[in-house]
């Protein structure tokens, strides 16, 4: 059986104040175009279609126009919410949509929509996770008393997939938006201070291909059978050098417990690419430097001339229209002393991280009592916000 891992579509979305809907569109297109070519049985959106609960106008146009053409195809659709959509709005209307053969799942109540599909060595389930919290679990099973003690995503997930009751003889896809340990972020995705959100891949064990969705850069999570099939589009400079990708899967006949998976990434080429190009601000503006670039593309533009350049921005843009970022990399800017990459390690606890904060502003470390103080407001924040 052939399928199609999508996620991540962030329609509405801008990036540096740049709308990003006339990209999307060009993109969706693509993706339809592999989908009539593939022609898989199922296309499985795992999580974030919107950027925001409240997407604009635009973007539910947009999404709405994408269902319809999937809906025409030959394939049954399975979308789950992620965590930057609401729910309750991305499913609406999903009854009737059920009959057209377009499947929605959106907030958590405890129980798990699973669907079957039948090939030549019999059935393959879908069960669609939506992206869940370790409060979600608690609410859905209020009077379980070991739910009651759920306060990490790891023990959340296992408990949700302990409830789906999957039998192992049968092949399984589950449809989960989480974060795995040991992944690869990007700036574009929201972050939890200190890794709270990583859930360990091993929850995922029972099933035979788990599609992922949550991290825009396409990778396996410790094993092929679990991936993250990224954005379609590059959402931030971080992505610049990443290849996108449409995840297409099939699953064969399962023997001994073990499932044959072949899986290809078709590339997805955007209509304008995500680019840094560094130099000083005669060479960057020369034609022989930029006759091979798409000078259409999005550019965040490093200038590494010692003297701020005046009208560069106006200059440059004469050149490359789309710059979204102008900086410069000389020896002020680094005797400035900015942040590095480093000190945005999310490897560390909150506590570590205030207190490397704290230290950085005021020249000495946190006392006990300071230190106390902080960790029991943190706890306190953690606890209301599972």
């Not at 992505?239 to 044959?260: L, N, P, W, Y």
């Not at 593309?297 to 350049?309: C, F, G, H, N, Q």
């Not at 900015?338 to 945005?344: F, P």
């Amino acid at each position: 059986m052939k399928f199609i891992h999508l996620s991540d579509l962030h329609l509405g979305k801008r990036v540096n104040d740049y709308s990003m809907i006339d990209d999307q569109k060009y993109i969706l297109d693509r993706i339809l175009e592999i989908i009539d070519d593939e022609k898989p049985q199922a296309v499985l959106i795992a999580g974030d279609v919107y950027d925001k609960p409240l997407p604009p106008a635009d973007a539910v146009r947009l999404f709405d126009a994408f269902i319809c053409r999937l809906a025409d195809t030959d394939a049954e659709v399975f979308i789950i919410s992620g965590n930057h959509d609401s729910a309750e709005r991305l499913s609406f209307g999903s009854q009737i949509m059920d009959r057209q053969g377009v499947h929605f799942a959106g907030g958590y109540d405890g129980s798990t929509r699973c669907f079957s599909l039948e090939d030549e060595w019999g059935k393959v389930n879908f069960y669609m996770l939506p992206f869940i919290k370790p409060v979600h679990v608690r609410q859905a099973f209020a009077e379980d008393e070991t739910a009651a003690e759920i306060t990490d995503f790891t023990r959340a997930l296992a408990f949700a997939i302990d409830k789906m009751c999957v039998d192992t003889a049968d092949r399984n896809v589950l449809m989960a938006h989480q974060f795995c340990t040991g992944a690869v972020r990007s700036e574009s995705e929201e972050i939890s201070v200190g890794g709270l959100d990583n859930v360990d891949s091993s929850v995922f064990e029972s099933f035979d291909y788990t599609a992922l969705g949550h991290l825009h850069g396409p990778q396996k999570a410790g094993t092929e059978k679990i991936r993250y099939c990224g954005s379609p589009l590059k959402y931030s400079f971080s992505e610049a050098d990443q290849i996108k990708s449409v995840t297409v899967v099939e699953i064969g006949e399962k023997s001994d417990g073990v499932c044959r998976l072949e899986i290809r990434t078709p590339e997805l080429i955007p209509q304008r690419d995500m680019r840094v190009i560094k130099g000083k601000f005669n060479e960057l503006t020369d034609k022989y430097y930029y006759k091979h670039i798409n000078t259409d593309d999005y550019m965040r533009v490093i200038l590494t001339d010692e003297e701020d350049i005046i009208g560069a921005l106006g200059s440059l843009r004469a050149v490359y229209p789309n710059i979204m970022r102008l900086e410069y990399d000389n020896t002020r800017t680094r005797a400035a002393g900015a942040i590095s990459d480093s000190d945005a390690d999310d490897s560390r606890t909150p506590l570590e991280i205030f207190a490397g904060l704290y230290e950085k502003q005021n020249g000495k470390p946190m006392d006990d009592d300071q230190s106390a103080l902080i960790s029991g407001l943190i706890e306190k924040v953690w606890s209301d916000e599972q």
